[in-house]
């Protein structure tokens, strides 16, 4: 299939063309994502799936400019991120991309309201607090403001770092096996907070996941085999 696959007539939120990304190991150099090229548009909700060592997590720090491709050209927002610094960088994260992981990534030593806070004071943000405490809100947290990573279920602390990746209303939303630590109840509610507040934000969402189920409440899945793109086809 040919790898060059795009949403047609629309305007690309993303635009890869030719990425490549090689990175060391311990018998040489390693080929983890080869020649991908497609399209997102801004709001969609795309699945990024695959067996595992496909390159999905390393497709997603791309994306987010935590791993700089070693070949191709990629836009993000109207930018090409490798024009950018890594002070650049930091600054571009910061206004377009909020990440969610696997394994939450809160500051233990900072309270729920703190976590969120956090990117909107580094991006100088001068409503920083009431914005924090919205976008804790609409996570159904406004109880737990005060509560520190520890004293939260896991379902919990999911939501504080969804909370924390759209508070600063980002273009872009990645997400990696957000539900893969909690069980399916909660996971469920975490994925319906997760679908919600992407909706109402408008923000563009790749969600790696393994779950078929979920995958198909995105519009589009986005397939990897090997570090090629197999398919970019409608859920």
Same mark, same amino acid.
């Given at each position: 299939m040919d790898a060059a696959l795009s949403l047609a007539d629309a305007r690309p939120l993303i635009a890869v063309r030719g990425v490549g990304l090689t990175l060391p190991g311990p018998a040489g150099p390693v080929n983890v994502l080869?020649?991908?090229?497609?399209?997102?548009? =801004? &709001?969609?909700?795309? *699945?990024?799936? #695959?067996?595992? =060592?496909?390159g999905k997590t390393s497709l997603l720090m791309v994306l987010a400019g935590l791993e700089r491709p070693t070949?191709?050209?990629?836009?993000? +927002?109207? @930018?090409? %991120? *490798?024009?950018?610094?890594e002070d650049g960088l930091a600054r571009f994260r910061r206004r377009h991309i909020g990440i969610v992981f696997q394994d939450f990534h809160l500051i233990s030593g900072m309270t729920a309201l703190e976590n969120v806070l956090v990117p909107l004071e580094l991006a100088g943000r001068r409503d920083a607090g009431p914005a924090a405490?919205?976008?804790?809100?609409? *996570? #159904?947290?406004?109880?737990?403001?005060?509560? %520190?990573?520890? +004293?939260?279920?896991? =379902?919990? $602390? $999911?939501?504080? +770092?969804?909370?924390?990746?759209?508070?600063?209303?980002?273009?872009?939303? %990645?997400?990696?096996?957000? @539900? &893969?630590?909690?069980?399916?109840?909660?996971?469920? +509610?975490?994925?319906?907070?997760?679908?919600?507040?992407?909706?109402?934000? &408008? *923000? @563009?969402?790749?969600l790696v996941t393994h779950d078929v189920a979920l995958a198909g409440r995105c519009g589009r899945r986005l397939v990897l085999e090997d570090g090629r793109l197999a398919a970019l086809e409608t859920a």
């Open positions: 080869t020649d991908l090229s497609f399209e997102v548009a =801004g &709001g969609e909700a795309v *699945a990024v799936v #695959g067996p595992s =060592g496909s070949s191709g050209s990629l836009h993000v +927002a109207g @930018t090409e %991120l *490798a024009l950018l610094t405490r919205a976008a804790l809100a609409a *996570a #159904g947290l406004s109880h737990r403001l005060s509560h %520190l990573p520890a +004293a939260l279920s896991g =379902g919990e $602390q $999911q939501r504080v +770092a969804i909370a924390r990746a759209l508070a600063p209303r980002p273009s872009l939303l %990645l997400a990696d096996e957000p @539900t &893969g630590n909690l069980d399916r109840a909660t996971g469920a +509610a975490v994925i319906d907070l997760l679908f919600r507040l992407h909706r109402e934000a &408008g *923000a @563009t969402l790749l």
